[in-house]
């Protein structure tokens, strides 16, 4: 089996704490930067599952800055540079503790609340007669709490305000900046032939400023469809083609996983892990126009570990 990362333990100078999330590690450093090292572990219902996916870290990184250079003119984001394929070293900021997910398509879990007869989402009311994978009229915000351990829950703006998750004055920008993001995300994967149906996205305060934080437009945090054949399939009711993590997170509902309580973890092979891979690296060459370099996985903690420290030493 090709070899993946799972997790870390790099040796860097001035690093104050780590923080291991799903995917990513995360060094914050004592100058104020933090390195994101993105891992080939993959989640599902908020549960890692026991196997790496060769080369997803190398996929999430490279997508997500290169479509955070292609939003830097909305809003400041925190990245600074990227010393390897799997690292993004960027500026330290306070996130928020909320995710701002949008949606211009009714699908995944939203469909399968409306289908269990949700008309309300976050407080977003939603028509009747919907049709799993139908546009929207206009792209809603269903934003999630942010957990650090467990579940992220449903909430609407009104309870996110009258929480003091974060001030009315700072929901209406970080909103405002939710639509910029998701029509300028939808034009980059419309110029690719594909329709970027549904999205998360995360902000951070530093010295006052709000940034935009983490991952961006990749196929953990978003859902596309393929444009062609949209229509045709949606008028037969067809399944849409889709790049997302939407299929693994099906092949785990068909093997009697979902992450409830008592459910075991279906078994899961090498030849799932490979296909699993060959999708997220057919989303990076879909997105980004451009054909996916596979780098070495021969001592890959290491070069990474190498590459960090080269970088810090500047």
């Keep these: 089996m090709k070899e993946t990362l799972l997790k870390t333990n790099f040796s860097l100078p001035n690093v104050e704490k780590v923080f291991q999330g799903k995917v990513r590690d995360v060094y914050f450093f004592k100058d104020g930067q933090v390195a994101m090292v993105t891992t080939d572990r993959i989640s599902a219902f908020d549960v890692v599952l026991p196997i790496g996916i060769p080369y997803k870290g190398q996929v999430l990184n490279q997508i997500a800055a290169e479509q955070l250079d292609a939003v830097k003119d909305i809003l400041p984001t925190w990245k600074v540079a990227v010393p390897d394929p799997m690292v993004t070293i960027g500026h330290r900021c306070t996130p928020l503790k909320i995710e701002?997910?949008?949606?211009?398509?009714?699908?995944?879990?939203?469909?399968?609340?409306?289908?269990?007869?949700?008309?309300?989402?976050?407080?977003v009311a939603l028509p009747e007669g919907l049709k799993e994978n139908e546009?929207?009229?206009h792209p809603i915000i269903t934003p999630t709490t942010k957990a650090d351990e467990g579940h992220d829950e449903n909430i609407s703006r009104e309870e996110i305000i009258r929480q003091g998750l974060v001030s009315e004055e700072v929901y209406n920008k970080i909103e405002q900046y939710t639509y910029r993001l998701f029509e300028r995300g939808s034009q980059l994967a419309n110029d690719r032939g594909l329709i970027l149906v549904d999205t998360k996205y995360e902000f951070g305060i530093k010295e006052g400023k709000i940034y935009l934080i983490d991952e961006i437009h990749t196929p953990d945090s978003s859902r596309y469809f393929y444009k062609e054949g949209y229509e045709e399939r949606q008028a037969k009711g067809e399944a849409q083609r889709q790049l997302s993590k939407e299929f693994v997170r099906q092949w785990l509902i068909d093997n009697g996983f979902s992450g409830k309580k008592g459910e075991k973890m279906p078994t899961m092979d090498e030849a799932f892990a490979n296909s699993v891979s060959d999708r997220y690296i057919e989303l990076y060459e879909h997105i980004t126009g451009k054909k996916f370099i596979k780098e070495d996985l021969s001592n890959l903690s290491q070069r990474i570990e190498k590459n960090l420290q080269k970088y810090l030493a500047k």
């Excluded at 211009?104 to 989402?121: C, F, H, P």
């Design 100 to 123: 701002m997910v949008i949606r211009g398509y009714i699908a995944g879990s939203a469909w399968r609340a409306y289908k269990e007869g949700a008309r309300t989402l976050c407080g």
């Design 135 to 137: 546009k929207f009229p």
